[in-house]
């Protein structure tokens, strides 16, 4: 089945650096990826949908420069936190719109200190 | 913004007993998806349903996409320890939105 493989599982960083979060499609070429932040107990938000070869469309309330969104191949779309903050701190979900569903990532848990 | 209302918000049941969950909307849906998701993990996909009326079984587990397309349920029969998690729905609106919108879950505990 379609697999997408999300990098890196957790990552611990100082507030005010930058994190990147990679989200690959192994098997099948994906133009849409989503990006999703889940706060503890509650469900999914969708931050925004990232097409290939063009800008992402950012949810209302999501800052575009503060998330920022790449999606240069058919294979891969990497979120961006820039200058991180401690409330920036949550579970962040790509997923995929692949031949049988969406399909997601297993997540990444960030934690700024 | 577009809202499902899922419910149970949470379970606690014997093991061996029966499920039931489901989510409900006041708009049309033309994609219904049910998710599991276990601590630390991304969703996990059980059950999609595409058509109204469509009622699809994957083991114990047995989704119905509803008729009016407003809503859906999911059913676990002879639930077991590993069924414990989280359960969301998840719809798409309409026929070529490819977002999803999701249920607030379901959180399933299981005394053994």
């Known amino acids: 089945g379609a697999v997408v493989s999300q990098h890196p599982s957790r990552v611990i960083c100082k507030s005010g650096t930058s994190v990147k979060i990679e989200c690959r499609s192994l098997?099948?070429?994906?133009?849409?990826m989503f990006w999703y932040r889940q706060f503890p107990k509650q469900s999914l938000m969708l931050m925004a949908t990232?097409?290939?070869?063009?800008?992402?469309?950012?949810e209302q309330g999501v800052e575009k420069d503060k998330f920022l969104i790449n999606h240069a191949s058919l294979t891969l779309s990497t979120l961006t936190v820039t200058s991180a903050h401690p409330e920036d701190s949550s579970f962040y979900i790509c997923?995929?719109?692949?031949?049988?569903?969406?399909?997601f990532g297993s997540g990444t848990r960030l934690t700024v200190v | 913004g577009q809202q499902l209302n899922q419910s149970p918000q949470s379970m606690f049941i014997q093991e061996g007993e029966d499920v039931s969950m489901n989510c409900t909307s006041s708009?049309?849906?033309?994609?219904w998806l049910w998710y599991k998701q276990d601590p630390g993990e991304g969703p996990v996909l059980l059950i999609a349903?595409?058509?109204?009326?469509e009622l699809t079984s994957n083991g114990r587990l047995t989704a119905q996409f509803g008729t009016t397309r407003k809503d859906s349920f999911l059913n676990i029969s002879a639930s077991i320890p590993s069924d414990v998690g989280i359960y969301f729905c998840?719809?798409?609106?309409?026929?070529?939105?490819?977002?999803?919108?999701f249920g607030q879950g379901t959180r399933l505990t299981i005394n053994p």
């Open positions: 997923s995929a719109s692949a031949p049988g569903g969406y399909t």
């Open positions: 098997d099948f070429q994906a133009t849409t």
């Open positions: 990232s097409n290939e070869g063009s800008k992402a469309t950012y």
């Open positions: 708009s049309i849906f033309n994609t």
């Open positions: 349903l595409y058509k109204a009326g």
């Open positions: 998840a719809g798409r609106l309409i026929q070529g939105a490819q977002k999803l919108v």
